[in-house]
């Protein structure tokens, strides 16, 4: 999940044919702020009322309702709105990743983190490594891991399995990210070779290897509900970038925490470049690596 973009300050565009839908209110901004804030611990600043009021609009208008106050109470109505949370919760996010984002960070898994783990892990005997890609969007990211595992640590250590996890927010990108199926923008800093190897296109499309998608699994999950961080855990490495910045430091406190459980001890979590757990976590050593660090639970 990832909300780096330019917000229009323009009001947000009605669809013609409809009957018009009166302006988000500040008290209603608030409410709605409140609301989004306490479900995900995303806080949404003073200007950013017109994206809010923006993409609450298409699915007001989807669901032929007539104001932003009558949707909020279908929200708020109890155990009935379960099924529209999850078009909620896809409305409010943006998700904006690719192939090889962070190459720093892969480099580091592959050439150090990975090769410790497994030394470490020979004590006990253990010859499975877990990977949680934390807020995956549309599965980029965990599929990159696997590529980069099957390209450098598998032929060197073909004893040891791996077990990928994307979770997000977001069921609508969880769907692409099982179907494995990109456009141009999602494999744009693919390396050639690997595009090659572990892609075939069709219909201007790119269908990822089977082999590859084998290695990883998604499910919807939220990353401030402590119910579903209880099923999350006994991870060596989490990615997690570009996901707290946008949370203010309670709900960085409190994701931060639930990061640090779900780690095995000896584990790694990785977050993104404009991202700090500086005032957030004393928690983890700082680990530095050519081209990124690495937070590690000792």
């Known amino acids: 999940m990832d909300f780096n973009y330019s917000v229009n300050q323009y009001r947000p565009v009605q669809p013609s044919g409809i009957s018009k839908i009166p302006e988000m209110s500040s008290s209603q901004f608030e409410q709605w702020r409140k609301f989004i804030y306490e479900k995900t611990g995303i806080y949404f600043q003073d200007n950013k009322k017109y994206l809010l009021e923006s993409r609450l609009l298409k699915r007001i208008v989807h669901l032929k309702i007539s104001s932003y106050e009558e949707y909020f109470k279908l929200l708020s109505g109890g155990l009935n709105n379960k099924g529209e949370m999850r078009y909620f919760y896809d409305t409010i996010t943006i998700n904006e990743t690719f192939f090889f984002r962070n190459t720093g960070q892969l480099d580091a898994m592959v050439q ?108 919807n999950a939220n990353l401030f509900d402590s119910n579903d961080m209880m099923f999350l855990n006994n991870f060596d490495i989490i990615f997690c970038a570009n996901v707290l910045i946008y949370f203010d430091n309670n709900s960085k406190i409190k994701v931060v925490n639930q990061l640090y459980k779900s780690l095995n001890k000896g584990g790694y979590l990785f977050i993104g470049f404009s991202e700090t757990l500086h005032g957030i976590s004393k928690a983890f050593s700082v680990v530095s690596f050519p081209k990124t660090v690495g937070y590690k639970k000792e």
């Open 112 to 219: 150090k983190v990975i090769p410790e783990i497994i030394q470490n892990n020979k004590k006990t005997s253990k010859q499975k490594i877990r990977i949680w890609s934390a807020a995956c969007s549309s599965g980029e990211e965990a599929y990159s891991a696997a590529i980069m595992i099957n390209e450098f640590i598998k032929p060197k250590f073909p004893e040891v399995t791996f077990e990928i996890v994307g979770t997000d927010i977001n069921q609508t990108v969880l769907d692409t990210a099982v179907r494995g199926v990109y456009g141009d923008y999602s494999i744009r800093n693919m390396p050639i070779q690997y595009l090659k190897k572990y892609f075939k296109q069709i219909d201007g499309l790119y269908e990822l290897n089977l082999d590859i998608k084998a290695m990883a699994t998604f499910k």
